[in-house]
């Protein structure tokens, strides 16, 4: 395992059938600081307990079976909560893709997927967004709803002065003369900002916001 922080780290589990397959993802995400390998195992010897205990944050698999993977899987089965589903290895199979569209899975990977193509699907569905092959794309917006993805925080103008400003790489005292603000007020304001986006440090913060279609410049 990876000695990441936990706040940090993508939690994965390997529900792979091929195990030189699992054993080579194992050893190309032990390589990444911000991905940790929390279980391994086969489908034919996994249980979703086993995974639940995991509370992984992103389950990785490389064979579907319509109805293996239910919508409701998380709460009638013990998925964790927010655990979202990749295949990979996965034929050019539009009703397959379908298929597994439709019972969950939000990360879709064909067999010519390179191992950077896998890293990055790990680390883009666990940010909420969904990744398919580019012919799929247009039948994943269709079939695949994305409400569980979160939502565009709602920043006053004073926050997104303090963002821009955080974004400059400015200081809290810096900031506070800016604004013309005690430090502690622009503190709990920056505390406010990290919580309300889910963010670890400011650097994050910033990138999250703009992800969300903020004009935060720098």
């Known amino acids: 395992m990876t000695d990441c922080v936990p706040s940090s780290c993508v939690r994965t589990f390997l529900l792979i059938e091929n195990r030189l397959l699992r054993e080579a993802l194992v050893r190309l995400f032990r390589k990444r600081s911000d991905v940790d390998v929390v279980g391994e195992a086969s489908p034919t010897d996994e249980t979703p307990l086993g995974i639940f205990e995991s509370q992984c944050n992103v389950l990785v698999g490389d064979s579907f ?25 996965m034929e050019s199979s539009e009703e397959q893709f379908i298929a597994a569209v439709r019972s969950g899975v939000t990360g879709y990977l064909l067999q010519d997927a390179s191992a950077s193509d896998v890293i990055s699907t790990v680390r883009a569905v666990y940010r909420g967004e969904a990744v398919c092959p580019p012919r799929f794309v247009a039948q994943m917006s269709v ?12 920043l006053t103008l004073r926050q997104q002065q303090l963002v821009t400003l955080v974004a400059k790489g400015l200081t809290n ?12 007020t622009v503190r709990n ?5 990290l ?10 913060a910033v990138e999250t916001i703009r992800a969300h279609g903020y004009s935060i410049s720098s």
Request: proline share 11%; charged share 25%; aromatic share 4%.
């Open 189 to 193: 304001h920056i505390h406010n900002i």
């Open 143 to 154: 079939d695949l709803p994305l409400s569980d993805s979160p939502p565009k925080p709602d």
């Open 65 to 89: 079976l319509p109805g293996r993977l239910p919508r409701s899987f998380a709460a009638k089965d013990g998925m964790p909560d927010g655990c979202r589903i990749i295949l990979l290895g």
């Open 173 to 184: 005292k810096e900031i506070a003369s800016h604004l013309n603000l005690s430090e502690f």
């Open 195 to 204: 919580k309300q986006v889910d963010a670890t440090s400011r650097s994050e």
